[in-house]
């Protein structure tokens, strides 16, 4: 969703926040802005993407700035509405993530008072409040403001009466700072500023930082002074770019074998398998995972995984839905919520609903310094920033962070023998390899994927295991092919899927060798028998397959919980090529942000 950015250092700010932006595109936006700080504010903004903001905004020097890409929440794209919004009286520039929950109320007190909004955001309230509370110091203004407001904010504020300095605050919202001698960096996720600099501050929830050329000086919204360390993130600056490939979502799946090794590397040895969890997990009797989107099908792969290793029963819910349930947890029960972003917002909110209740957490996320990692303790999938808006490398590494957990689990409580744990570890590490070799066989999934281009829906199907995996096809495709696509159990085409057959229609089979494999036959037979065009995914060596299927995409014969991950490269792959022959904004899909920062 949205992107903060700022500047403040040796460079000229206007081309830096321009180039910070482009990296927050992936976010997902509608409009962008910037101010430079100086004698005035000098502001642009635009609807569109950051190249028209480049084109739109006139030379302007200055070292210090603030950026903003806008995901429409309250009001429509329009360049009115999009960020830097101003209090012109004051010379104050504000750019803001999150929603300010009261706007109304104080807008209507600031009209009242003789103030005029231009936009239909929430935000405007911000600068015209900062304006208000102004007397010669922007960041006892802000201070002073922030206590009137509710809602979820990051936010960076200039003012042309201090154009030294940017003040930024956090509540609800990510908000990073970054550090290279004497240039500063604001932005939304390391992700932004990594070809800057890896070394970072992140800003906690209820802090104000003040950014100088002296330094950053951080303090909670009452003024009581933080000390911060500057943490310098293990990430590959090459980690933000695209390094040749034609898609960020393309370089991600091709980077799985890496994160596969990374995800497991001092976890899993021939000695068994290692989590170093700081918690005691003996006395669980329930497991209930929260999650959204991807991370929730991720969540429905490990119920499989965790009941079959382990003997845990396994609840998973939909965290948008979860935090209005009244759910019924206690001490008893473990809750897993697992998010790529670390900062969906229901995510974490139905977290901290069933933290309320007394349950032990665990989070499986991916980005450090997250939102989530200040809610719980967390395993990481350490897939490395994920720019493509399609989850790729974070989908499949959550999967193998859930195989290790369930194993941990059951290995822990018995339920697996010594003998059956080192069997599995062994098929384990070959995943990485059994990757690459799913990645060998691209160009026969782009030509399968050819055959597809013009078809109008997909459906997905698969039995146990392969279930989720079929969600996360169909979810893959839609989000950037646009194609309506729908996954299934297998055994429920007779309960209504079966009627969207036709002739042609294609059925993705997930045919893989695992205990239901003959039951699957027989619904490929149901699809067959009314015109489907069936594409079977199915393992090395598996000969009768080709009896039933159209077409057939293979994957390395492995345990059948291992082999879920490397159907899941095939249908990503499939994905891909669909979206590219279709000529989609692969990286960028209409409509869709990469984290979904509000409710
Ligand atoms: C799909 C996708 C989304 C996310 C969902 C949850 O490709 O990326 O469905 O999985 O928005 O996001 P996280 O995992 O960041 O909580």
Partial sequence: MCGIVG???????????????????????????IAIAGNSIRTSKTKGSVDDLVSVTPNVHGNIGIGHTRWATHGRPT?????????????IAVVHNGIIENYTEIKERLIGRGYEFRSETDTEVLPHLFGEHYCGDLEASVREALSDVRGSYALAAICESEPDKIVVARKGSPLVLGVCGSDFFVASDVAGILKYTRDVIFVEDGEIGVITGDGIRLTT?????????????????????MSGYEHFMLKEIFEQPAVIRETFSGRVSSGGIDLDLGMDLRDVERIVVL???TSHNAGLFGRYAIERFSKIPVVVEVASEFRY????????DLVVAITQSGETADTLAAMREAGSRGCKKLGIVNVLGSGMTRECECLFTRAGPEIGVAATKSFTSQLAVLLLLSVALGSDRKVLSTASVNEFVYELRQLGGNIQRVLNDAPAIKECAALFTDADRFLFMGRGANYPIALEGALKLKEISYVPAEGFPAGELKHGPLALISEGVPVIAIATRDTVYDKLLGNIKEVEARGATVVGIASEGDTEITKYVNYVLRIPDTNPLIAPILSSVVLQLFAYYVAYHRGCEIDKPRNLAKSVTVE
Avoid: Q, W
């Avoid at 360049?79 to 010379?91: F, K, M, Q, T, Y």
């Avoid at 349930?325 to 008893?332: E, K």
């Fill in 221 to 241: 919204l009452d003024g009581t002074p933080v000390e911060r360390d500057v943490e310098t993130m293990d990430l590959d600056p090459e980690a933000a770019e």
């Fill in 79 to 91: 360049s009115a509405n999009a960020h830097p919004h101003c209090d012109d009286a004051r010379g």
């Fill in 325 to 332: 349930m009244n759910p019924i947890i206690d001490d008893r």
């Fill in 291 to 293: 999650a959204c989107g």
């Fill in 7 to 33: 500047y403040l250092g040796t460079l000229e700010a206007m081309p830096v926040l321009f180039d910070l932006l482009k990296r927050l595109e992936y976010r997902g936006y509608d409009s962008a802005g």
